[in-house]
């Protein structure tokens, strides 16, 4: 089996053979991610045949953000063309003076009403007739649109308009087609109009790039899947035509992997912090993976399952520089793989990498294994336009880089965790992705966090999360009922059940090998949002018992509705509990490198990860190196190595209590 997680800087991979895991780190290929994928695979096992990928994918992300994605003409219901636009009265930037929204990816003129209508009820209003659908494809033919979005009013409580008006677009040859009741078959008509825009934009990108990985793979007999961003994968059809669902794919890989690492240190409380080379993604998993389906990204809401993330413009690549006003700011914007930070060989502005390079806290000889070369002068170059700016020495200016990129990851932290009542004080920090293992430590003490877990692999946690990706299908029934019986909510849910089942059949999955779990979302007659509980007898008791966790209160003598009834099914998946694998090919040899750490210089040892044995605790400062990452490990903390091959670093007046 294989993982891979395509990144904005490298492209990891993770083979898991007989026991056995092997790892391999290439260039990202941005202009064509199967590029790297392929030549990763290559690289890695030759001419092996007949394995199985599970793959990580952004092309959906980057195609939306940078407004890549096709030509979408958008059919809905007559008087609602504007739904798109007008949006809600939410306003995310409460104090800005001036507010800006993202331009709808459907123009005005590409948005065609159709004489139809549906009530809540189900019942149709405005029969949708044949000259109807004759009139819509009449103004389809004169716009020629790459991809057409079906969003038709209520049309979760009855999709046949929606039905009829797909059966004529397909006949007309269109060739990608996304239906709102397919997508997100559940009331709020403009997420659910948003979602289905979205899917019909990145669909023809997403088709197009999975069909040419699927044919170079094929030649070799593998079997591709695509993980969802709700940490679960589907078969390359799904993904293609569903290609909304993989707006977070890359994210929901390395939550997977860092709860399966807290899972087997026996941690139930921690905050996944993953530092890549273009992006940080935080998480906040009490007691398990968190999902929620009220998210959006690049400002659209989306209404499919996702885990809940929150994503900050922080990496490794993330370009440093001076605002108008001459402070030092660092991102969103990232140098990605190409041309890379300065000390790669080809970019000149300096970056966060260049920063960690100056600082002594990357190792020159033993990046990525002792397999690629840098070049501190020109970190020191690129740095050195900036110190003068700001007359600051190199070394100061670098270490003000870090303090600035680590100041907007804690707020990232902070926006997960205190703004929605948790103390982050009470959680390990699971760090992982190329750069966090730098970061970490400075990120817990400004938190008030003890401890700290670097996991083995951690520069491919996201590959191995999606190695190991049960296949996963999720189907919502929209209920809008007050105070329904359990054995009314259990009769719904069996018609859901048996579709996911069905679903997951159709993946190669038996039914032996199926967890199904039900939801509820319910919420008190009258409010606008949600609450996510098991259906089970007791629905209405552990509803109000998350109302109070929630909001501080509960209104027993108060109807409640049940707004949708939300099915998983999950494949059944048997986690490896140790890892074999060596990640350095050289003898460990112990080296001293020169860091710079809060205004002062330091010789400290540099330790191959696997030099050291199990329980073994090695006092900071020191580096800590392997293929994937290198861990700075300050003044007053400890890092110990445990069983499974994890790295547990700790704060020094707590590891002597421990």
């Not at 709020?188 to 669909?203: G, H, L």
């Not at 990605?336 to 920063?355: F, H, I, K, L």
């Not at 050289?586 to 540099?606: A, F, H």
Request: net charge positive; charged share 20%.
């Amino acid at each position: 089996m294989v993982g891979i997680d395509t990144g904005g800087t490298f492209t990891d991979l993770v083979v898991w053979v007989d026991g056995q895991v092997l790892v391999h780190k290439v260039p990202s290929t941005p202009h064509n991610p199967a590029e790297a994928v392929l030549r990763g695979l290559q690289e890695l096992l030759g001419e092996a045949r007949g394995f199985a990928v599970t793959y990580s994918s952004t092309v959906a992300t980057n195609a939306l953000l940078e407004r890549r994605g096709a030509r979408v003409a958008l059919l809905t219901t007559a008087g609602f063309e504007d739904v798109i636009e007008i949006g809600r009265q939410n306003r995310p930037e409460l104090y800005a003076p001036e507010p800006r929204r993202p331009e709808p990816l459907v123009p005005r003129a590409a948005r065609i009403g159709v004489a139809e209508r549906m009530l809540h009820t189900g019942r149709p209003l405005v029969p949708l007739r044949p000259q109807a659908i004759v009139a819509a494809l009449r103004k389809l033919k004169q716009l020629q649109p790459e991809s057409v979005a079906v969003c038709f009013l209520h049309a979760y409580a009855n999709p046949q308009h929606e039905r009829r008006i797909g059966r004529a677009l397909a006949r007309a040859g269109y060739p990608f087609v996304s239906l709102s009741h397919v997508l997100a078959n559940e009331h709020r008509e403009y997420e659910r109009f948003s979602t289905t825009v979205i899917n019909a934009y990145i669909q023809p990108v997403m088709a197009k790039h999975l069909d040419a990985l699927q044919q170079a793979l094929r030649k070799k007999d593998v079997r591709l899947r695509v993980l969802q961003s709700s940490g679960g994968a589907v078969s390359v059809d799904v993904a293609a035509s569903e290609a909304v669902r993989t707006c977070l794919s890359g994210p929901a890989g390395g939550v997977r992997g860092a709860w399966s690492v807290a899972a087997s240190l026996g941690l139930q409380q921690v905050i996944s912090f993953d530092m890549g080379g273009t992006s940080t993604d935080v998480s906040l998993l009490l007691g398990g993976m968190t999902t929620t389906s009220d998210w959006a990204i690049g400002g659209f809401p989306l209404k499919v399952p996702a885990v809940d993330v929150h994503t900050v413009g922080a990496g490794g690549g993330s370009l440093a520089y001076l605002d108008e006003g001459g402070l030092l700011k660092v991102g969103p914007q990232s140098a990605g793989a190409d041309p890379g930070p300065a000390c790669y060989g080809r970019g000149t502005e300096p970056t966060v990498t260049d920063a960690n390079l100056v600082l002594g806290r990357l190792v020159p000889e033993l990046f990525l294994g002792a397999r690629m070369q840098l070049f501190p002068e020109r970190a020191r170059a690129a740095i050195g336009s900036l110190a003068r700016a700001l007359r600051k020495t190199v070394e100061e200016t670098a270490e003000g880089i870090v303090s600035v990129v680590n100041a907007g990851m804690e707020r990232a932290i902070r926006t997960i965790s205190v703004e929605r009542g948790h103390d982050p004080r009470q959680c390990a920090l699971v760090a992982f992705g190329g750069a966090a293992g730098q970061h970490a430590c400075a990120l817990a003490e400004a938190l008030g966090m003890d401890t700290v877990v670097v996991p083995a692999l951690p520069g491919l946690l996201s590959a191995w999360g999606a190695l190991f990706a049960p296949s996963e299908r999720t189907a919502v029934y929209p209920v809008l009922e007050r105070d329904p019986s359990y054995e009314r909510l259990q009769a719904l849910a069996a018609r859901l059940v048996a579709s996911v089942q069905e679903d997951l059949r159709r993946d190669g999955v038996a039914n032996k090998r199926q967890h199904i779990s039900v939801q509820l979302e319910v919420r008190y007659r009258g409010q606008s949002f949600e609450l996510a509980v098991p259906l089970r007898p007791d629905y209405r008791a552990a509803f109000e018992r998350a109302h109070r966790r929630w909001y501080g209160y509960a209104d027993p003598g108060r109807s409640v509705e049940v707004v949708n009834i939300r099915a998983f099914g999950r494949e059944r998946v048997r986690l490896p509990r140790r890892l074999s694998l060596s990640a350095f090919s050289r003898k460990p040899t112990l080296l001293q490198q020169k860091v710079y750490d809060r205004g002062r210089w330091y010789r400290v040892p540099v330790f191959p990860r696997d030099s050291f044995a199990v329980g073994e605790a090695i006092p900071g400062p020191a580096l800590i190196v392997e293929l994937s990452a290198t861990t700075w490990l300050p003044p007053g903390w400890v890092v110990e190595r445990e069983q499974r091959g994890h790295l547990v670093l700790r704060r020094r007046s707590l590891a002597k209590r421990a």
